[in-house]
């Protein structure tokens, strides 16, 4: 489907997508195309949401799944053993099979991760109204998005609910160590004067993630030695070299 977009709200658009290859450090560029673009593009603003809800709420989702994949796959190799007496004759084979299947599905999953922006990206790059698949047509749905409405009509996104979308995916990027920060820090730095409720749920979740995240760092660095400091300080001088 294509929908009417100028050239700057695709230039958003595949930033915003481009973004998720960035291991979590690219979070913050989907809410600025958003900030940037929400009352002047709703092409533009929906396929920003759209991207930061695949980084941080999808995101989610692969751990999810990665952590039920490990967890099912060792209650079979339980069972296996448990079957197989002892003896070891079945588990040996057991746990190849197992391996193979763990690095097969875990690594099909990573690539398919970065797989569906890159397409995102192409899409828009052409013009087209991208969907990502599973939460796509529930955003457009949710946010009242129109593809195909004419920029004459002047009819925006639910103002209410795409802060709501944003500060609830501030939430869910907790799971992204550290970088997870950068998402409600930019809502609260560019949008919370707007919005007490932005602010308040960005504050909390900076909060949060401050100190769940900074005291386990202040804890490794206390169990690294000095002479180990050393080491680490000159292998970053000879990266600059």
């Known amino acids: ?25 690219g979070i913050l560029l989907p809410i600025i195309g958003w900030s940037d673009q929400r009352r002047k593009s709703n092409y533009a603003s929906f396929q920003s949401l759209q991207a930061l809800g695949y980084q941080s709420l999808g995101f989610t989702i692969w751990i999810l799944s990665y952590l039920v994949i490990i967890i099912m796959t060792g209650i079979i190799l339980l069972v296996i053993a448990g079957l197989d ?20 599905v875990l690594f099909g999953f990573f690539a398919l991760y970065f797989l569906l922006p890159i397409i995102g990206a192409v899409a828009c790059a052409l013009g087209k109204d991208f ?3 599973l939460i796509g047509n ?32 501030g939430h869910f990027s907790v799971l992204i160590i550290l970088w ?23 504050i909390q979740t900076l909060v949060f993630q401050a100190g769940t995240t900074f005291p386990q760092y202040a804890q490794l660095a206390k169990q690294i030695s000095i002479h180990q400091w050393i080491y680490l300080a000159w292998l970053f001088s000879l990266c600059h070299y």
């Open 85 to 104: 007496g002892g003896r070891g004759e079945n588990m040996n084979a057991a746990l190849g099979t197992g391996a193979i299947i763990i690095f097969i």
């Open 180 to 202: 997870g920060m950068l998402a409600p820090l930019t809502a609260w730095i560019l949008y919370g004067k707007r919005s007490d409720f932005l602010k308040f749920q960005s």
């Open 1 to 25: 489907m294509n929908s009417t977009s100028t050239t700057e709200d695709r230039i958003w658009a595949v930033i915003s997508h481009l973004s998720s290859l960035a291991f979590g450090m």
């Open 131 to 133: 969907r990502y698949p």
């Open 138 to 169: 529930r955003l457009a749905y949710y946010l009242e998005y129109a593809p195909a409405q004419r920029l004459e009509e002047k009819v925006w996104l639910n103002e209410d609910r795409e802060v709501r979308w944003v500060a609830a995916m």
